[in-house]
Nanobody, 127 residues
Framework: QVQLVESGGGLVQAGGSLRLSCAVSGRTFTGAAMAWFRRAPGNERELVAA????????YYVDSMKGRFTISRDSAKNTVYLQMSSLRPEDTAVYYCAADRGGYSGRPYYDQRKYVYWGQGTQVTVSS
């Protein structure tokens, strides 16, 4: 059974920082692309950032560029999302996800390609 467990969410003031972690258990995720998504109240779930299996290719949605950094530690089976300069509009439940693996050079941008999901962690940014 594959499990993804997010942590690190919380309440932060605008301009502050948080680091989210996603620990993967139940399988090796060496060959899997990983991604962070988020769902704000009343909105659809959207991609935030993605990283390929090696960590050598990352992708960010435009509004996150320069503020968020995705990374992974294969030895720890963990992917991270460092968030800085947080804004109230970043308030959402953040989810990590993994694809089936396959050592693809680029991560998927389509959430339908991600088959393993965490339960989510709440991030609230106050103004």
């Amino acid at each position: 059974q594959v499990q993804l467990v997010e942590s690190g969410g919380g309440l932060v003031q605008a301009g502050g920082s948080l680091r989210l972690s996603c620990a993967v258990s139940g399988r090796t995720f060496t060959g899997a692309a990983m991604a962070w998504f988020r769902r704000a109240p009343g909105n659809e779930r959207e991609l935030v950032a993605a990283i390929n299996w090696s960590g050598g290719y990352t992708y960010y949605v435009d509004s996150m560029k320069g503020r968020f950094t995705i990374s992974r530690d294969s030895a720890k089976n963990t992917v991270y999302l460092q968030m800085s300069s947080l804004r109230p509009e970043d308030t959402a439940v953040y989810y990590c996800a993994a694809d089936r693996g396959g050592y693809s050079g680029r991560p998927y941008y389509d959430q339908r390609k991600y088959v393993y999901w965490g339960q989510g962690t709440q991030v609230t940014v106050s103004s």
